[in-house]
Each structure stands twice: as structure tokens, then as C-alpha cells.
């Protein structure tokens, strides 16, 4: 029905054009609407709008199919007008009051936003843009909750519940990793300065998170980022960017000290600053003559390991 009446708005229809006969057949439907038979108000405009394709008589058929339940229809029209060169401020309001209620914010916003691009002062189009602002947010923290959930679940689920190897799962088991949360709050480094935990099984587990787009040390990052970010200041009083942006390699150290800072990617004196004597303790063959040397060396530029408040 919605095609068939906007073939006959665009003139396909072999009806006439009666201008004369179009403005009877509206003030009909007027008095119609006026007596509460809307129907005939409706079949009266169907009328007009075959005998002139006046945008007038093509909105208030709109309007009036919209309050008569005939959504699908209204909405064909209401697009149809909104396609013309300079679609009236009305029809983008009531098509983006559909589109809304349709759920679809973004054409609901377009409309309101081509409104206000010619008429930034529109009262009804400024207030109505931030009800379906609100209706966007609301979707969005909804689809992020969802997301979020379905995140945590994930992130519960027991490693016992992946194909690892007997020594790998043990290996989990004993550094009291639990879950897939747990695992990802893990580094390379710290896996492998655990006794017993080889290559091998690093492959394995690399392996299993990479097939689920996830990887060693993500769960992490973020804690990482905001520490840098907070003791950042501190160290620039310690000692100049310059300084701190230096690559370890100064601090001459011996091979097994430049070993444990690869294992822990650190690669300026500023990443080393913000490291504890603990997360460096343990570090595989890392030793107290190893920790010893490097607070020495890093006296040398006025700086000191990090420190737990």
C-alpha cells in the first residue's frame, strides 16, 4: 500500500492533475478529521494527493496514517518528503520522532541534525536532539554492559577448562593461576622465572590465548599505564626526561642484569625507575649481586627503584 500511494505522489498514477479537486478532497478530510472519522479523512487525502502532488497534502496523509496505527506507510512518505531538495521543517521533525521510536538514533539524529543545520535555534528540534542523545547513550551503556558481561564470564572461566599440557596446567596450579583473568594478568617474564616452566609450555599458552585474540600481560596494561602516569612527576623531580628517557644500555651492566630487564622489557632508565626490587627479585636467576649492581649504577643518575607506599 505505502509504494502505491507514493507511486501515485510521484506521478506514475494515470490520475489527472486537479488541482481544484485536490483542495476539495482535503477540506473534506479536514472536516472529517474535525468529526472524528478518521478513516475518511484518510481516504480523502489518498484523493488530494493523486490529483496534486502539493507536499501539503502528502504530509497531513502522513500525519494522519501515523495516528491511525498505519506506521509503515506514514514512514514511506515522511522519507519520500524528506528526499525533496528542501524538505519542510516538520516532516524531518515527525520522521525523526518515528525513526526514534523505530530505535534507529542515528537516521533520528540526521534528521534533527539537518534541521538545525538551517535553523540552530529550533526550540522543538534542539530539545528533541537531546532526548535521542540520551536515547543513544542509554543504548550504548546497555550494549556496553552486555559486552562487559559476557567480558567477565570469559574472564572467570577455569584454565582447567583449555587443552593444555599436564606441566603447563600444574605449572598454572602452583602459581595459584585459577582463571583466564588470572592468566592474563601474567607476563612472559614472570611465567618463565618459575621453576620449571619452559618454552615449551610458554608456546603452548601463547598459542591457546592467541586463537581467542588475547595475549600474556593484557590484563595489565592499563594498571601499568595508569602507574607510569601517576609516578611519572615523581621521577621527572628525581631527574631530568632526558635522563629518564636514556636507554638502559648506559648503565653498563653485566649479562645476567641485561637479561632480566629484557625478560621484563625494559628499555629506557625510566621504565627501570618504575620497577619494584621484587618484580625484578623475581626474575629467573636474577640474584641480590644482580639487584645490588643495578641500585648502584642507577645512583649514578639520581634514581632508585620504585617503592611501595
Same mark, same amino acid.
Request: charged share 30%; hydrophobic share 40%.
Given at each position: 500500500m505505502?509504494?502505491?500511494?507514493?507511486?501515485?505522489?510521484?506521478?506514475?498514477?494515470s490520475?489527472?492533475?486537479?488541482?481544484? *479537486?485536490?483542495? !476539495?478532497?482535503?477540506q473534506?478530510?479536514?472536516?472529517?478529521?474535525g468529526?472524528?472519522q478518521?478513516?475518511v479523512a484518510?481516504?480523502e @487525502?489518498?484523493k488530494?494527493a493523486?490529483?496534486?502532488?502539493?507536499?501539503?497534502?502528502?504530509?497531513?496523509?502522513a500525519?494522519?496514517?501515523?495516528l491511525?496505527g498505519?506506521e509503515? $506507510?506514514s514512514?514511506?512518505?515522511?522519507e519520500?518528503?524528506?528526499?525533496?531538495?528542501?524538505?519542510?521543517v516538520n516532516?524531518?521533525l515527525?520522521? *525523526?520522532?518515528?525513526?526514534?521510536?523505530?530505535?534507529?538514533?542515528?537516521? *533520528?539524529?540526521?534528521?534533527?541534525r539537518?534541521?538545525?543545520?538551517?535553523n540552530?535555534n529550533?526550540?522543538r528540534? /534542539?530539545l528533541f536532539?537531546k532526548?535521542?542523545?540520551?536515547?543513544r547513550?542509554?543504548?550504548?551503556d546497555?550494549?556496553?554492559?552486555?559486552?562487559?558481561?559476557?567480558r567477565?564470564? &570469559?574472564m572467570?572461566?577455569?584454565?582447567?577448562?583449555?587443552e593444555?599440557s599436564?606441566?603447563?596446567?600444574?605449572?598454572?596450579?602452583?602459581?595459584?593461576?585459577?582463571?583466564?583473568g588470572?592468566?592474563?594478568?601474567v607476563?612472559?617474564a614472570?611465567?618463565?622465572?618459575?621453576?620449571?616452566f619452559?618454552?615449551?609450555? &610458554? !608456546?603452548? !599458552?601463547?598459542s591457546?590465548l592467541?586463537?581467542k585474540? @588475547?595475549? @600474556?600481560?593484557?590484563g595489565v596494561?592499563? +594498571?601499568?599505564?595508569?602507574?607510569r602516569?601517576?609516578i611519572?612527576?615523581?621521577?621527572?623531580?628525581?631527574?631530568? $626526561?632526558?635522563?629518564?628517557?636514556?636507554?638502559?644500555?648506559v648503565?653498563?651492566?653485566?649479562v645476567?642484569?641485561?637479561?632480566?630487564?629484557?625478560?621484563l622489557?625494559? +628499555?629506557t @632508565?625510566?621504565?627501570l625507575a618504575m620497577?619494584? $626490587?621484587?618484580?625484578?627479585?623475581g626474575?629467573?636467576?636474577?640474584?641480590?649481586t644482580?639487584l645490588?649492581? !643495578? /641500585?648502584?649504577?642507577m645512583?649514578n643518575?639520581n634514581?632508585?627503584?620504585?617503592t611501595?607506599?
Amino acid at each position: 500500500m505505502a509504494h502505491d500511494v507514493l507511486d501515485t505522489m510521484i506521478g506514475s498514477s494515470s490520475q489527472a492533475a486537479d488541482p481544484a *479537486a485536490a483542495k !476539495i478532497h482535503f477540506q473534506t478530510a479536514l472536516q472529517a478529521v474535525g468529526d472524528g472519522q478518521r478513516d475518511v479523512a484518510i481516504d480523502e @487525502l489518498r484523493k488530494a494527493a493523486q490529483f496534486d502532488n502539493d507536499p501539503k497534502y502528502q504530509f497531513r496523509l502522513a500525519y494522519e496514517l501515523d495516528l491511525g496505527g498505519e506506521e509503515s $506507510e506514514s514512514l514511506a512518505i515522511y522519507e519520500h518528503l524528506a528526499r525533496q531538495e528542501q524538505p519542510h521543517v516538520n516532516v524531518l521533525l515527525n520522521l *525523526a520522532v518515528m525513526y526514534e521510536d523505530r530505535g534507529d538514533v542515528a537516521q *533520528a539524529e540526521k534528521c534533527l541534525r539537518q534541521v538545525l543545520d538551517t535553523n540552530p535555534n529550533n526550540a522543538r528540534a /534542539r530539545l528533541f536532539m537531546k532526548d535521542v542523545q540520551a536515547s543513544r547513550d542509554m543504548y550504548y551503556d546497555e550494549e556496553h554492559a552486555r559486552d562487559m558481561a559476557k567480558r567477565n564470564a &570469559l574472564m572467570d572461566t577455569p584454565v582447567t577448562d583449555f587443552e593444555l599440557s599436564v606441566r603447563a596446567r600444574n605449572c598454572l596450579k602452583k602459581m595459584q593461576i585459577r582463571t583466564l583473568g588470572d592468566l592474563l594478568k601474567v607476563t612472559e617474564a614472570e611465567l618463565l622465572s618459575y621453576k620449571n616452566f619452559g618454552e615449551t609450555s &610458554l !608456546i603452548e !599458552i601463547k598459542s591457546m590465548l592467541a586463537q581467542k585474540g @588475547l595475549r @600474556l600481560g593484557q590484563g595489565v596494561e592499563g +594498571q601499568y599505564n595508569r602507574v607510569r602516569s601517576d609516578i611519572y612527576d615523581q621521577l621527572k623531580a628525581q631527574a631530568p $626526561e632526558s635522563v629518564l628517557n636514556k636507554p638502559i644500555s648506559v648503565l653498563d651492566l653485566s649479562v645476567r642484569a641485561r637479561k632480566a630487564l629484557q625478560l621484563l622489557n625494559i +628499555q629506557t @632508565l625510566g621504565d627501570l625507575a618504575m620497577r619494584t $626490587e621484587a618484580e625484578l627479585m623475581g626474575v629467573k636467576n636474577f640474584g641480590a649481586t644482580s639487584l645490588v649492581e !643495578i /641500585r648502584e649504577k642507577m645512583t649514578n643518575y639520581n634514581l632508585t627503584l620504585r617503592t611501595l607506599d
